[in-house]
Each structure stands twice: as structure tokens, then as C-alpha cells.
């Protein structure tokens, strides 16, 4: 049996992975809080679109246009009327206050959108593929990853070469001088917490067109961004792709030999880089 | 004035006794007690002895793990092996499931610890679903489906005959008792371990700790074995508690035993309502949450939208919980760890007297 094609379809799989780790990677960034409903919230936000969908019959892609600016308002809101309250030096509180919303968007969804799970369509484009000899490679998959380097760019050329990046990366060294600078740190983290939602609802969009979801689905997504993110290095966005490649490359190679090892053999992949080498593999010292 | 330091108040010896009292009246309760209430006070026990292993954890140690379905899941996993594969008296069988527990934590704690924080948090959570999908690969034990006892199991137990002799009761109310004691001396155990713990030098490390970690190492004080101890303690008590809850519910599967919401959401919320950092919060809590559970669970995922509710607003508006917001307001310690000053009585008469 020839590894190449679960190769090729575990690298694309790690574009989505990267798109699931970045909006966490940047709040971590910034912040240093690990939102415990990342995941829950790129599942709301799959359901946004879905609903939009449904309700108002556009298409999937101006639904994510739509999604867009409301999950940027989403997540503004949240870290100003919530989230700016949990971060005194203490660790305790943002982690299980982001644990609390997590079981309430869950099981909101759940209410809402019954448990059945659910899918974007995107038309013909969904079961478009270019093959070549054995490998297929599928045109939504391709998309995905494309996008996942795109948005892995315009994050970095935000936060190394525009004026709000400065003001981001200063707010995440010191939240005391950027206040001498007339800052209000509880704005920057607000933008940077709607910046996490915009980047949630690319990564909604793309999870809802590849594959089924449901409203349990959250907690697995947050567990394949946080091992990208940690597998790539803290405090990187490249590394967040690089993360999320070695994850997809993992679960398909694993899926390859034992359809039932998938999740396990990306989790072992993860426990192994803790053991090797705790800080990930981009690190900067 | 000359000074000392105590740690016990002048009433938490009487509250000592009182709440000896209090197990040995509970002891008695199969006697008149309802069924639905004997298996109501069982889960009490049970979640309280997970919910004081967090607390200790987190209101102590600094240690925020989602992961404790790990060990409660193998505490369920053990008893299941060693009845099913060995054939080990099921008590017996709880005791030793917990030590297989333990060991396990050893080394999985040695991989957490070199995350930290939130890390540390979500890392544990990875672990936890390991665990799951290894379990649910291992056949003998009915894979992904899950498992229930043998009937064996449940009507030959240690002490079951004299118990059904005693009470003059069936099999099946006869093994309740057993379980339901059993479940008492685990909440009972656990409870009396954390106190002794945090009134112990690992106890003044740990306050010390929580104060302040760079001055705590500077006195001399190994932080992180002082936390991996805490570490593998929790995951004693919490493969305790899980090996005793599958054996009452005597079926278990990878899903019902590595649940999330069963064994870290509602063991947070316990902790958190009852009061973090207290010995006396995850009594508390765990009593809230029965009487809850029994009341709202039907209304499904709005009961759980409540829970995740109020857990954020206590977090947010009093984080200290039902009793340390009570403890703050009226002073009054039932289960007292901290150290205080106490005056020991007139300084000798100095010169200018």
C-alpha cells in the first residue's frame, strides 16, 4: 500500500487543522488565555452559516461574508462584557469560564439544531478532484489549504507590519506601558479576541463544507487546534501550519493502517512532541 | 504579648467529633432510608471524593486539569478487568483497580508536568480521550460498546450473604448496602486525607506555594514534587471513586467512563458553587448538585445551560463559592488548614515596668 496519497490528504487535512489553531494561537498570543469553547465556537459558527443557508437560501460563500463580521462582533462583545473580567494574573478563571460557555454552547446548539449532524453544500465543487494515476486530490480539500496559508499570511503581515500589530504585540508584552501610550488594553484584547472570530468563522466554513458536524462536535476541534499550536510552538503562526500538517499527516497515515486509529495516532503524535521536545518545534528560545 | 501558631479553632475539635458522628449516623441509613435516596447519597459520596481530589488540584495546587475522567475511567476500566479477566472479589477488585489508577498516573503525570498552566489543562483533556479510544479497542472488554458485569459479580461479593441475613434483604439490596458504605468510607477517606494532607508540611508547601512560588522555593520548598504528590493523590482518589461508581452501575463503556461532562464539567461546578480552596466547598457543592440533578435533569441541555450559567456567575461575582463567601463574611471554619498567630499570654514584664 503506497503511504503518498494519505501523505497528500493528511498535509491537506493540516490546512484545516492550522485554521482551527490559528484564532487560538493569536488569543494565546496576546492574551495568554487558552479559550476552553474555541471549538464550540467554530461550530456556532458553522451553524450561523447553515441557518443563513437555510433561512435566506444564499449561497454557502456569502454566508461566510455574513458570518464574518458578526463573528468579529461576537467576539468583541465577548471580551468585553465577560472574558476582560477573568484575566488577573490568576489561570483559574478564564479557563473555567471558557469551560462554562463551552457546555452552554453546546448545549444551546443542541436545543436549537437538534442533534443530528449537519453539512454546508458548496455544489459540484464539494466532490470536484483532479487525479492523478492513484492520488486524488480533492478540490475543497486544496481550497482549504490554500486559504490556511492565506490567512496564515495576512495574520503575520498584521501583527509585523501594520500599526495594529504593533499595538498587539506591545499590549502582549506589557499591558502597563501600552497604557502610559494612552492604550486601553481591554480595546486591543476585545479586537484581538474579534480577529480569533474571524479566523473561527473561515475555519467553520471550511469544516462545514469538508465533513459532517454536530453540536458535540466542539470539544475535538479545540483538541486538534491546541495540539497543532503546541506541536508547531507557542507564539508562532507559521508554526500553527507546520502543527496542524504533522496532526493531518498523522491521523491519515494512522487511519491508513486502522480506520479506528485516526484520532488516537494524531494524539500519540502529540504526546510523543511534549516528550521530545515540550515547546514545540518552532519555539523561538 | 508572646506568640504561637495553631492551625485547629477553638470549635473544629467539637466539629471533629460531630462530624464522626455524622458518618457513623449516616452508617445507618440503609436501615430506614429509601432506596432512591440510598442511591442518591451514593452518587453524593462519589462526587464528592472526585470533586475534593480537583479541589485539591486546582485550589491548591495550582493544577487546573479537564482530565480527571482519565482516572475515574480506569479506576472503571481495572474493576471490569480484574472481575471479568481475573475474576477478583469486586471489592477487592475496587481496591486494586485504584492502584493500577495510580501507577498509570505516575507516568502520565511525569509527560503533564512538562506542560504548564492552561497547557497542562488541555494537555490532561488529550490523555483523557487516549485513554478512551485505547479502552475502546480492547475487545475482551467489549470494545467501543462497552461491558457489563457478570451476574457472579454482583450476587457473590465479600460480606453480601451476612448483609442479606442481617437485614433479611435480596441480593440486589443486600449489594447496594455494600456499595453504599463503601461509598461513605470513600467520601469519608478522602475527605479526612485532604484535611490531614493540608494540615501536614506538604499542606504549609502548598499555601506557601499559592502565596508566592518564587519566595516558596527560596525557603526551600520543591514545588513540583510537592505538586506531582497532590497530582498522583488526586488521581488515587479519583480511580477510587470510579471504580466504586461502576461498580454500583455495574455497566460500563469507553464514553460513559471518559465522559467530560460527568467527571470534570460537574465536578468543576461542584467545586466551584461549594467554594474552591476550601475543604468544606466540594461537601457542599456535591449535596447541591445531587438535589439538583434529581430535580432538573429532565429538562435536558436548559438544566446543563443552568449549571453553565450559574457556574460563570459565581465565577465571575463571588470566587470563592457558597462557603468561602460564607466563611469570609462570618469567619467561621469548620475544617481549618490555615496557619494563624495566636496570642500564648503576656510577654514577660519588660524594663520599664
Known amino acids: ?285 | 504579648m508572646r506568640y504561637g501558631i495553631a492551625i485547629s479553632t477553638w470549635n473544629s475539635r467539637l466539629i471533629l467529633i460531630a462530624a464522626g458522628v455524622v458518618v457513623i449516623l449516616l452508617a445507618f441509613a440503609p436501615v430506614i432510608a429509601p432506596r432512591s435516596l440510598i442511591q442518591d447519597l451514593i452518587l453524593i459520596f462519589v462526587m464528592c471524593a472526585i470533586a475534593q481530589c480537583w479541589n485539591l488540584l486546582a485550589g491548591y495546587a495550582g493544577l487546573i486539569s479537564v482530565g480527571q475522567q482519565a482516572f475515574v475511567g480506569l479506576g472503571g476500566y481495572g474493576l471490569f478487568a480484574l472481575i471479568i479477566l481475573a475474576g477478583v472479589d469486586p471489592l477487592l477488585a475496587v481496591l486494586l483497580a485504584a492502584i493500577i489508577g495510580t501507577l498509570i498516573a505516575i507516568p502520565v503525570g511525569l509527560l503533564m508536568f512538562r506542560l504548564q498552566g492552561a497547557y497542562f489543562a488541555v494537555g490532561t483533556w488529550v490523555v483523557a480521550e487516549v485513554f478512551r479510544l485505547l479502552l475502546a479497542q480492547w475487545k475482551a472488554l467489549g470494545g467501543g460498546t462497552g461491558n457489563s458485569l457478570p451476574r457472579t459479580a454482583t450476587t457473590e461479593m465479600f460480606g453480601l450473604s451476612t448483609i442479606n441475613a442481617l437485614f433479611g434483604v435480596r441480593n440486589a439490596v443486600g449489594r447496594e448496602i455494600v456499595i453504599y458504605w463503601a461509598a461513605l468510607a470513600l467520601a469519608a477517606a478522602v475527605v479526612g486525607a485532604s484535611y490531614l494532607l493540608l494540615r501536614s508540611r506538604i499542606g504549609l508547601a502548598l499555601s506557601a506555594v499559592r502565596d508566592g512560588e518564587t519566595a516558596a522555593e527560596s525557603v526551600g520548598v520543591d514545588i513540583t514534587r510537592t505538586k506531582f504528590a497532590v497530582y498522583v493523590f488526586a488521581a488515587f482518589g479519583a480511580s477510587l471513586a470510579g471504580a466504586l461508581y461502576f461498580l454500583d452501575s455495574a455497566r460500563i463503556s469507553p464514553d460513559s467512563a471518559f465522559t467530560v461532562l460527568d467527571w470534570t464539567a460537574y465536578v468543576i461546578f461542584i467545586v466551584v458553587i461549594g467554594g474552591i480552596g476550601t475543604i468544606e466547598g466540594p461537601i457542599l457543592g456535591s449535596i447541591i448538585f445531587v438535589v439538583l440533578q434529581s430535580s432538573l435533569s429532565d429538562y435536558g441541555p436548559w438544566y446543563l445551560i443552568l449549571l453553565g450559567v450559574l457556574g460563570i456567575a459565581v465565577m465571575l461575582v463571588a470566587p470563592r463559592g457558597l462557603w468561602g463567601t460564607f466563611s469570609d463574611l462570618t469567619g467561621i471554619h469548620l475544617l481549618p488548614t490555615r496557619r494563624r498567630l495566636v496570642p500564648l499570654g503576656e510577654t514577660p514584664p519588660t524594663r520599664e515596668a
Request: glycine content about 10%; charged content about 10%; aromatic content about 10%.
Open chain 1, 1 to 285: 500500500m503506497s503511504l503518498l496519497n494519505p501523505l497528500i490528504q493528511g498535509v491537506l487535512l493540516g490546512g484545516l487543522y492550522a485554521l482551527y489553531a490559528a484564532g487560538l494561537s493569536l488569543i494565546f498570543g496576546v492574551m495568554r488565555l487558552v479559550n476552553l469553547a474555541h471549538g464550540d465556537f467554530i461550530v456556532l459558527a458553522a451553524y450561523l452559516m447553515l441557518a443563513c443557508v437555510t433561512a435566506l437560501a444564499l449561497p454557502a460563500w456569502v454566508a461566510l461574508l455574513i458570518a464574518m463580521p458578526f463573528m468579529f462582533a461576537l467576539g468583541w462583545a465577548l471580551q468585553r462584557l465577560i472574558l476582560n473580567r477573568t484575566l488577573k494574573n490568576d489561570l483559574l478563571v478564564p479557563l473555567l469560564v471558557t469551560f462554562g460557555l463551552s457546555i452552554i454552547i453546546q448545549n444551546g446548539l443542541l436545543l436549537a439544531f437538534s442533534a443530528d449532524s449537519r453539512r454546508l453544500t458548496v455544489g459540484e465543487l464539494e466532490i470536484a478532484s483532479w487525479t492523478f494515476g492513484d492520488i486524488s486530490i480533492g478540490v475543497v480539500p486544496l481550497i482549504t489549504f490554500i486559504v490556511a496559508v492565506l490567512v496564515i499570511l495576512g495574520l503575520t503581515f498584521l501583527f509585523y507590519r501594520t500599526r495594529l500589530g504593533r499595538i498587539l504585540r506591545a499590549t502582549a508584552d506589557s499591558t502597563e506601558i501600552v497604557q502610559i501610550m494612552g492604550i486601553d488594553p481591554r480595546h486591543v484584547f476585545a479586537i484581538a479576541m474579534g480577529l480569533s472570530f474571524v479566523v473561527i468563522a473561515v475555519a467553520a466554513f471550511f469544516m462545514g463544507v469538508r465533513a459532517n458536524f454536530d453540536p458535540a462536535a466542539g470539544p475535538s476541534r479545540l483538541l486538534y487546534a491546541f495540539e497543532a499550536v503546541v506541536i508547531g510552538g507557542l507564539g508562532s503562526f507559521w508554526g500553527t501550519l507546520i502543527g496542524g500538517t504533522i496532526l493531518g499527516v498523522a491521523q491519515t497515515v494512522g487511519a491508513a493502517i486502522n480506520p479506528e486509529w485516526q484520532q488516537l495516532a494524531g494524539h500519540v503524535v502529540f504526546l510523543a512532541v511534549i516528550l521530545a521536545r515540550p515547546r514545540g518545534l518552532l519555539a523561538r528560545a
